[in-house]
């Protein structure tokens, strides 16, 4: 057996500008409304999708854009709002919280942008102020994605990585993941991985090795 190189345990940083971001149908609308800030119609929006379909890539953008504040849990309550704001995954947050927090950004003339799986508006929520807030705020979604677009993805993450991977190889992988962009970045890592521990290019030999280690999709 051919000696192994240990791959380090190093984060790739992943181009996340919106030249780098790939714009499909199911992304159209969502990307439409990060440039069109600060000219939204609310102070706020969200926008929801299944886990990997962009939504941190387009927070990170605008983010870059709005030198906004990203808040994964609720800030005191006596600490002023920053002028722009992310929220990550607010659902499970204290109501009376995000219900202050919202009210402050929008008394501050501030903008906020959510990004979760589900709508706000569909969150169970049992204050009525707050549930009437979320349901107040313009929601674009991030549909599910099709062979072409995680080909795209894919193609995108490994020239990320500095690799440049043959279509077909990219279109055998497409075809046999989990039809989401977060399982799509664990295979390209995977395969990332094993090439550069075995020193080999990135080949569809190598990539049937990494997709045998996965159990079969159902069909």
């Known amino acids: 057996m051919a000696p192994q190189q240990l791959p380090l345990d190093l984060q790739y940083r992943p181009a996340l500008g919106m030249a780098d971001f790939v714009i499909a149908p199911g992304n159209q609308d969502a990307i439409a409304w990060i440039d069109r800030w600060p000219d939204w119609p609310s102070h706020a929006l969200a926008i929801h999708g299944p886990r990997g379909s962009g939504k941190t890539h387009l ?16 800030p005191a309550s006596d600490t002023a709002p ?36 589900a709508p706000p508006a569909r969150w169970p929520v049992a204050l009525p102020d707050l549930a009437s807030r979320l349901a107040s705020v313009p929601a674009v979604a991030l549909a599910a994605q099709d062979d072409d ?12 990585r500095g690799l440049e991977v043959n279509e077909d190889v990219l279109r055998y992988v497409a075809s046999r993941v989990e039809r ?12 990332d991985r094993a090439a550069l521990a075995q020193q080999r290019r990135v080949t569809l030999a190598l990539a049937r090795e990494c997709l045998a280690e996965e159990p079969p999709l159902p069909f």
Do not use: C, T
Not at 66 to 74: E, F, M, N, T, Y
Not at 90 to 106: C, F, K, S, T
Not at 149 to 160: I, R, S, T, Y
Not at 180 to 191: G, P, T, Y
């Open 59 to 74: 927070a990170h953008v605008w983010q870059a854009r709005s030198k906004a504040v990203l808040l994964d849990r609720p």
């Open 82 to 117: 920053p002028a722009a704001v992310i929220l990550d995954s607010p659902q499970g947050w204290p109501e009376a919280a995000l219900l202050h927090l919202y009210n402050r950004v929008r008394e501050a003339s501030g903008h906020l942008l959510i990004v979760s799986e």
């Open 149 to 160: 677009l995680l080909v795209a993805v894919m193609a995108k993450q490994f020239a990320d």
């Open 180 to 191: 989401s962009f977060a399982a799509a970045a664990e295979m390209v890592d995977r395969i």
